[in-house]
């Protein structure tokens, strides 16, 4: 068990609703990263948080945005839903910095469909 | 831009027979990581090892092994003495100093009793 932990495990949307993921690092670290991992697929870099600020995103689009609080816990917000966003949500924790070995350590996840 | 490629879909084996599970990566960065993740039904991503690029030795823990050549840029992982247990989908991903963790689609291994 990594110590990471998601809320919450499931997650019923409508598409045009908003919706917005939780997630504790593992002590230890300061860095999060969201992934969307859709069914059969590897998971898809969003974008990353450290020392509060985005550090890194991938191909997705401004209405995903996220926050990093002082804790190194994170939000990932996602506007207008649509049905394509129906995936499976995954937190990762790292340590960034001095001491980095720059594995990604990762939470169970939360399920969204949007329907 | 980076890219890992994850050539097996599907592996069927029956337990105790061993297997190896193939990543080719893409990359002009000199320095990079390798890593190897396991996802078991329940869904939670285990991290299993991480490789540096300067660091093409070998690595054997237990029932599990990985080869890493840059000459083909490859970072193969085999598991020997497989067992059902070892059931599951495993990622090869690649990153730039931790950050934008590339995966590949996955290799969905079947061990069969």
């Known amino acids: 068990e990594t110590g990471v932990t998601q809320s919450p495990t499931h997650l019923i949307k409508t598409r045009g609703q908003q919706v917005t993921l939780r997630c504790s690092s593992q002590?230890?670290?300061?860095?999060v990263s969201w992934y969307q991992q859709a069914l059969g697929q590897g998971p898809q870099f969003i974008f990353q948080y450290y020392r509060e600020e985005e550090n890194g995103r991938g191909n997705f689009p401004p209405r995903f945005s996220g926050l990093q609080f002082p804790n190194y816990s994170s939000e990932l917000n996602v506007n207008a839903l649509e049905l394509d966003d129906s995936a499976l949500y995954l937190c990762?924790?790292?340590?960034?910095?001095?001491?980095?070995?720059?594995?990604?350590?990762f939470g169970p996840g939360t399920r969204l469909t949007v329907t | 831009a980076q890219k890992v490629t994850q050539a097996q879909t599907e592996i069927s084996v029956v337990e105790k027979e061993d297997v190896t599970l193939d990543c080719v990566y893409e990359?002009?960065?000199?320095?990079?990581?390798l890593f190897w993740y396991k996802q078991p039904p329940s869904g939670e991503l285990v991290f299993l090892i991480r490789?540096?690029?300067?660091?093409?030795q070998n690595e054997i823990s237990g029932r599990y092994s990985w080869n890493f050549q840059k000459s083909t840029s490859s970072f193969n992982f085999t598991i020997t003495a497989s067992q059902v247990v070892d059931s599951a989908v495993y990622f090869c991903?690649?990153?730039?100093?931790?950050?934008?963790?590339?995966f590949g689609p996955g290799t969905r291994l079947s061990v069969l009793p």
């Open positions: 002590s230890g670290h300061n860095t």
């Open positions: 990762a924790s790292s340590l960034k910095g001095e001491g980095a070995r720059y594995e990604q350590y």
């Open positions: 990359t002009r960065d000199t320095t990079y990581y």
């Open positions: 991903a690649l990153s730039l100093y931790g950050q934008n963790f590339v």
């Open positions: 490789r540096n690029s300067f660091d093409e």
